[in-house]
């Protein structure tokens, strides 16, 4: 029994001729003396030999073009973190200064969606996105253009998130939203991995704030949210609609550790002015 | 492509540190040499072309946006199929555990009525192995593509798990196993 347990590990080196003239030798000796290695070993060795008759996949030349294209962004873009981060301490220093000269509220947010939409059309233009959808954004432009309700919500559902983005914002542009849409949207909102996502899907759905369900979904988003830039947009809506309900859930991100500290002032700004 | 002829005589790991150095254009030596081995991994796991081009291009990407992560003395391959498995790994996160079915299936050519008895079996064979293999574990699937599809020695498959020979060993002889249980679930163990 316990040279079983030592033979079965070595029967994979044996297929690829990984073992020693002696190693080889013990186990063929072996094979003919215990039939439950045998065994498992007649089935181990099909299953092995079968895998080895699966079909090599092709490989599409048009690859070193898309490599050559991702190298060429690389070199003129730069690495995508620095200029992340750059986006990133830029729209807190801007928040700071809004925050000290007491701009209107909804302006800064209009502002900032506007800043986004600019840095990221240019941004998508050229690096691919973290999920290296590289050579998808122009097919994906295409797609959204001509998308209905129903391609809206599939494409809202996109692993890409340039896509995911486009989605949310069509759905502006639609007459009316159904309660799918909507309820997409929602889904949107507390779920996307992607901030620029999280954030259009907001600025969607402060349009429909005056239905009561998109509104207490908005207010309840509020802890869903872990990123400043969103957080921040969603304090100043809720400034914006009076809504003192917020407070409640105001109070609870105040509780947590992580809050950073723009947005702090932010909501202690806010309940003052709500209460 | 405008890099220097002698730079195909390089090592992998000299031109690794050459690329971290700041000539980016010299990853075109590293991506010729593996594009292929890597696409082939990727293709294995999301069985799907686009997604698999795009996922390539997402490895060769991150080997630049990490590159200062690289150390001297990192086996340049054994990096690189690092990347590979995290971006595999996070796409699956990211997209859940969703199939593609294979192009060349026997479904999508059920209409060519050229084919031959022959051929239609053997096509059976691939779709069962490739449906059997897309209800393993990412782990168990893993492995197996690894040690099965890549040409890689047991010590360099632990050291891209970060494991041991005989743990891999052990893991393939169970993901094996599993692999039988689901093509012919009624043999015991
Ligand atoms: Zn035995």
Redesign the interface.
């Known amino acids: 029994m316990k040279k079983c347990d030592k033979i079965k590990p070595l029967f994979f080196s044996y297929f690829n001729h990984e073992l020693s003239r002696d190693e080889e030798l013990s186990l063929e000796t072996h094979l003919q003396t215990c039939p439950d290695c045998k065994s498992e070993f007649d089935t181990i060795q099909a299953v092995w030999e079968s895998l080895g008759n699966l079909p090599e996949p092709p490989v599409d030349p048009i690859v070193i073009t898309q490599f050559t294209n991702m190298l060429n962004s690389y070199q003129e873009a730069g690495p995508r973190k620095t200029y992340l981060q750059q986006l990133i301490a830029n729209f807190s220093n801007f928040f700071n200064q809004l925050g000290q000269r007491h701009y209107y509220p909804r302006f800064a947010y209009s502002l900032l969606l506007i800043l986004i939409s600019f840095s990221l059309g240019y941004y998508f233009s050229r690096v691919s996105d973290a999920g290296g959808n590289y050579a998808h954004h122009d097919k994906s432009s295409v797609i959204a253009d001509k998308a209905d309700k129903k391609d809206l919500f599939t494409l809202l559902n996109s692993p890409y998130a340039p896509v995911r983005l486009r989605a949310v914002a069509y759905s502006n542009d639609l007459p009316s939203l159904d309660s799918t849409i909507v309820y997409a949207l929602i889904t949107t909102l507390n779920n996307d991995t992607n901030d620029n996502v999280r954030l259009a899907a907001l600025e969607s759905l402060s349009r429909l704030s005056h239905n009561p369900y998109v509104r207490q979904e908005l207010i309840k988003s509020l802890t869903n949210q872990e990123s400043p830039i969103v957080q921040v947009a969603l304090i100043d809506l809720m400034l914006e609609l009076q809504e003192k309900r917020s407070i409640k859930y105001f109070k609870k991100m105040l509780k947590r550790n992580s809050l950073n500290s723009i947005v702090k002032s932010r909501i202690t700004e806010t309940i003052q002015k709500l209460g | 492509?405008n890099y220097n002829r002698d730079a195909n005589d390089l090592t992998d790991n000299s031109l690794m540190e050459k690329v971290k150095g700041g000539n980016?254009?010299l990853?075109?030596v590293l991506?010729?040499r593996y594009?292929?081995d890597i696409?082939?991994f990727i293709?294995?796991f999301v069985r799907h072309?686009?997604e698999?081009?795009?996922?390539?291009?997402?490895?060769?990407?991150?080997v630049?946006?990490y590159k200062h992560t690289y150390k001297e003395n990192y086996e340049f391959r054994t990096w690189l199929y690092q990347i590979t498995r995290n971006?595999v790994s996070?796409?699956f996160k990211?997209?859940g555990l969703v199939y593609y079915s294979d192009e060349?299936s026997l479904a999508d050519k059920a209409d060519d009525s050229l084919l031959i008895d022959q051929e239609i079996e053997k096509q059976q064979?691939?779709d069962s192995?490739?449906l059997a293999l897309d209800k393993l574990s990412f782990n168990d699937r893993e492995v197996?593509i690894l040690?099965?599809?890549q040409n890689l020695?047991?010590v360099e498959i632990a050291k891209i798990l970060n494991s041991t020979e005989?743990a891999v060993?052990?893991k393939?002889?169970r993901a094996?196993?599993e692999?039988?249980l689901i093509?012919?679930p009624k043999?015991t163990k």
């Open positions: 492509m980016a254009q990853l075109t991506f010729m594009h292929k696409y082939r293709f294995r072309k686009e698999s081009q795009d996922l390539l291009q997402t490895v060769f990407y991150r630049l946006k971006v996070d796409n990211k997209n060349n064979q691939i192995l490739n197996i040690s099965r599809f020695g047991y005989g060993r052990v393939l002889h094996i196993n692999l039988k093509l012919h043999s």
